[in-house]
């Protein structure tokens, strides 16, 4: 073998020249790179369109006859153009299809929602829509260059005059780079452009044809480093079955399944069947396993399926053949500059057109009214002709380089008689000069004149011409294109909260093993895969561990449970004696964060010898009463006393805690278990989730002790007792009051009784105790309806109504209207008919607090109603009032 140095660039020999290897792949891949870029994965700024998707609207504007076409026809149409298979342009034309803007379809075109693809392009037909005649083409604002094999010519660009690429969105992959830019809404695209003209900042997010819900408070403008949330439309059917109506982005009913199919599978849902009933609507229904929350559920599709996905858009667009990154608001800034200079052209060729039609006119009208043809009766040369003509034109007529003399008459043209003019004037039939209307001729021209006056005026006032062309785009094709995805806050779901018990915790006390797969050990909870497990030991130390099948966490375990992180709420209570002194100390502490799998020391300094004599966990941080009993062989004078635990700060688990006794204990009990020593917790509920929470998100229920229940007004006329479970939704769009219950609270109802036509007026207070289950206390069906509810004491209230064709209005006050009866009575009558609005000006807040820890959380959208100015009206008996 030859010793030579191996040399790493291959030589590779060319006729004429020395290419190297590495020079080779250089150039070569360079250029494939700007190829994909350029030609077939990014759209470009002018027209938002990609080759492909150009050519396939250029194809279609030259076969465009009103009719539709074979898409396979269409297909080999676009082949003169485009220079890749029809597969290629089959797929891409699907794609505008199922955008539904550009392309009318006729056929099975697929279902961007189902994912089913189109039939065969032989069984389906296309046509280019009207929107799409209208702004995306003409011949004489645009630029054209020879296709591929120099046989056509196609469009560079086509003149757009709309932001085709916000409307649709666009996705494409090239080398080493991406575009990704979301569709958004149609009218609120025209109405941002608009804005735009007349010099105001605008805003705009993404909307979907499947609709569902976005988050964009992260949208960072559709540029790299942005993110927005969409989720699902999940309707709740009943309290065993739930609806999906509305999917995310990019999500088919056919991988949404599967998605829910492998959570359940996993164990972090618990769902018994799924069956996709998509039709016209989507609709993929899910029934519970027996004992399910439907909220926990509904939270757990969010977290664990394709219910809920996160899209990072990547707004990049060819401007002046490179590759830009730019924000959705510029690309809408300039498409919109792009458009009105369009518009600008469109006017110019509009009056050049105008201008020489007036100019022909003109030349005409005094070519047969003066008739100067008989001037060349006698010409015997063709030269002749032309300068008689020339010279009898001239005598009725000033050209633009000519200064009129005063009180010239003549004609004043708009440019100057040319050879050809007087040619077109030769070719006239003898027949159309017989039958010349010299009044129709003068009409013509007035009206040509007129419409250069207004096309001058537009150029003029090109911003308003734009403004007012957007607003015809509005008008004859916005209809039908509302905004379909609801914008809106959406919160991140706490795994841990929400994944279903798919597992069991056991545990081996003596031997110090906790895990899933223990089952011969002792039993302690249902849990998940993928909780964390805290395990303490008998001699003062505890540790968290991720759980597993066995996990070794220290012997002599008295005590394990799934652990919460920052749970500041679970309070552990201990009392140990401290090895090396023999002083046995208390103390009270909460594990929020930890180092997972490090084991920390919970004694005074963890000597030898030092053990854990009580240990207590209170949910709520409830004090205990405990009986200390010493040795009988201690020194102590009283050898049994109490001592109690609410005497002792909650403080950090490595504090060495309180004194209790310097002499030996024999046993320590519990006496007794006291009120919450963290004081009441304040619970808010977030008015768009509806999810109640402790971190001061929304509106303020009240401080929540041990115990203590919530109730729920609905707008349907019925009541709710509850317990505070922080992992209830509720859902607001249905609420009509919430608030933290006491026994004394009276809840203010007026509403209609159906049956009898009447209003009524009620005052009740809660006598049921049954939990979780809703009560009417209207009557129910279709025809009665709760106008109003509210706990407030002395609520003075607002009624407007009809009387007489005419709105009065009458105020009272409800607490001197009605005395406090039963929950299941009518009440009294207000009057007879319905309420045109009720409103709550003020109440009685002094008497309020008496009994009531928060004014409760009210009406739509959770606001207690404004105090509008009006003064007090009579109900006379026999008035109509009407809804």
């Known amino acids: 073998m030859s010793k030579e140095k191996f040399k790493p660039e291959i030589e590779h020999e060319v006729p004429g020249e020395l290419v190297t290897l590495t020079g080779m792949y250089q150039e070569y891949f360079l250029d494939y790179a700007s190829y994909v870029i350029l030609e077939r994965a990014v759209p470009h700024i002018d027209d938002g369109l990609k080759p492909v998707q150009r050519r396939i609207l250029h194809a279609m504007k030259e076969m465009d006859d009103g009719r539709f076409h074979k898409v396979a026809n269409i297909i080999g149409q676009t082949m003169q153009y485009h220079p890749h298979g029809d597969a290629a342009i089959g797929d891409a034309l699907t794609n505008l299809g199922q955008k539904d803007l550009v392309i009318d379809c006729q056929g099975n075109w697929g279902d961007i929602r189902t994912g089913d693809s189109a039939a065969a392009p032989r069984y389906i037909e296309a046509r280019l829509t009207k929107f799409a005649l209208e702004v995306a083409f003409n011949p004489q604002t645009t630029e054209w260059q020879l296709s591929y094999d120099g046989r056509k010519r196609e469009p560079i660009t086509l003149p757009m005059k709309f932001p085709l690429v916000l409307a649709q969105g666009v996705e494409g992959i090239a080398v080493g780079l991406a575009t990704k830019i979301l569709p958004h809404n149609f009218i609120e695209l025209i109405k941002a452009s608009i804005k735009i003209l007349q010099g105001k900042k605008v805003t705009i997010y993404p909307d979907f044809q499947t609709g569902g819900q976005i988050d964009v408070s992260e949208y960072n403008d559709g540029l790299r480093g942005g993110r927005v949330k969409v989720r699902a439309k999940i309707e709740q059917v009943d309290k065993s079955t739930l609806c999906i109506t509305q999917l995310p982005y990019g999500v088919t009913t056919s991988s949404m399944i599967d998605s829910i199919i492998k959570a359940t599978e996993k164990g972090q849902i618990k769902v018994k069947k799924v069956a996709d009933n998509t039709a016209k609507n989507v609709e993929i229904a899910m029934e519970l396993m027996p004992g399910t929350s439907p909220d926990i559920t509904i939270d757990a599709l969010y977290a ?509 006050k409800i607490d001197d209207f009605i005395d406090v009866k039963g929950w299941k009575a009518i009440g009294n009558k207000l009057f007879e008919g319905k309420l045109l609005k009720v409103e709550e000006l003020d109440w009685d807040k002094e008497a309020e607090e008496e009994h009531v820890a928060q004014p409760p959380v009210q009406g739509d959208l959770f606001d207690a109603g404004s105090k509008p100015e009006g003064g007090k009206g009579k109900l006379k008996s026999g008035d109509t009032i009407e809804w």
């Open 304 to 812: 664990f399926t394709e219910c809920e996905v996160s899209i990072s858009p990547n707004a990049c667009v060819i401007v002046d053949n490179k590759p830009r990154f730019l924000g959705v608001s510029e690309l809408l800034r300039i498409s919109t500059e792009k458009t009105k200079a369009l518009l600008g052209r469109e006017l110019d060729i509009k009056k050049a057109e105008l201008e020489e039609k007036w100019h022909m006119a003109s030349l005409e009208k005094i070519f047969i009214e003066e008739r100067i043809y008989r001037d060349i009766e006698e010409c015997e040369t063709w030269e002749a002709v032309i300068e008689n003509i020339d010279k009898g034109l001239r005598k009725f007529v000033i050209t633009p380089d000519q200064k009129p003399k005063a009180g010239d008459k003549r004609l004043r043209l708009m440019r100057d008689i040319v050879e050809e003019d007087i040619l077109k004037l030769t070719e006239i039939k003898i027949k159309r000069i017989s039958k010349f209307n010299s009044f129709k001729a003068e009409e013509m021209i007035l009206g040509l004149e007129a419409e250069l006056k207004q096309v001058k005026h537009d150029i003029e006032n090109l911003t308003d011409f734009a403004i007012n062309y957007f607003e015809r785009l509005l008008e004859k094709y916005g209809k039908g294109r509302e905004r379909k995805t609801e914008i809106t806050s959406i919160e991140q779901i706490q795994i841990q909260q929400v994944v279903a018990n798919n597992a069991k915790l056991y545990v081996n006390y003596k031997d110090g093993f906790v895990g899933m797969g223990m089952k011969k050990d002792e039993f302690v909870c249902d849990c998940s895969d993928i909780d964390d497990i805290i395990a303490f030991t008998r001699d003062g130390k505890f540790k968290v561990v991720r759980i597993a099948d066995k996990v070794f966490v220290g012997k002599d375990i008295i005590h394990t449970a799934v652990w919460k992180k920052a749970d500041e709420r679970t309070t552990y209570n201990l009392v140990y004696i401290d090895g090396k002194t023999g002083v046995t100390y208390a103390k009270r502490f909460n594990v929020t964060g930890i180092t997972r799998d490090k084991e920390y020391d919970l004694t005074r300094d963890g000597s030898k010898g030092s053990k854990v004599l009580y240990f207590s966990v209170q949910p709520n941080g409830e004090s205990e009463v405990l009986n200390i009993t010493l040795t009988p062989a201690s020194t102590a004078r009283i050898k049994v006393f109490d001592f109690d635990l609410s005497d002792i700060a909650i403080k950090g688990r490595s504090s060495q805690g309180n004194t209790v006794t310097k002499y030996p204990v024999r046993k320590v009990t519990q006496v007794s278990v006291g009120q919450s020593s963290l004081g009441a917790m304040k619970v808010h509920i977030d008015e768009v989730s509806g999810r109640l929470n402790t971190d001061g998100r929304g509106k303020l229920l009240g401080a929540f002790d041990t115990g203590e229940k919530i109730i729920t007004i609905y707008k349907d006329g019925s009541y709710e007792l509850s317990e505070l479970d922080l992992t209830k939704k509720f859902d607001v769009n249905n609420i009509e009051s919430i608030s933290q219950y006491t026994e004394e609270m009276v809840i203010n109802a007026i509403y209609f009784e159906g049956e009898k036509g009447w209003t009524m007026v009620k005052r009740f207070r809660i006598e049921t105790n049954t939990l979780g289950q809703k009560f009417y206390f209207i009557p129910e069906g279709i025809t009665s309806k709760l106008y109003f509810a509210t706990i407030h004491t002395g609520a003075l209230i607002k009624i407007t109504y009809k009387s007489g064709g005419q709105k009065e209005e009458y105020e009272f």
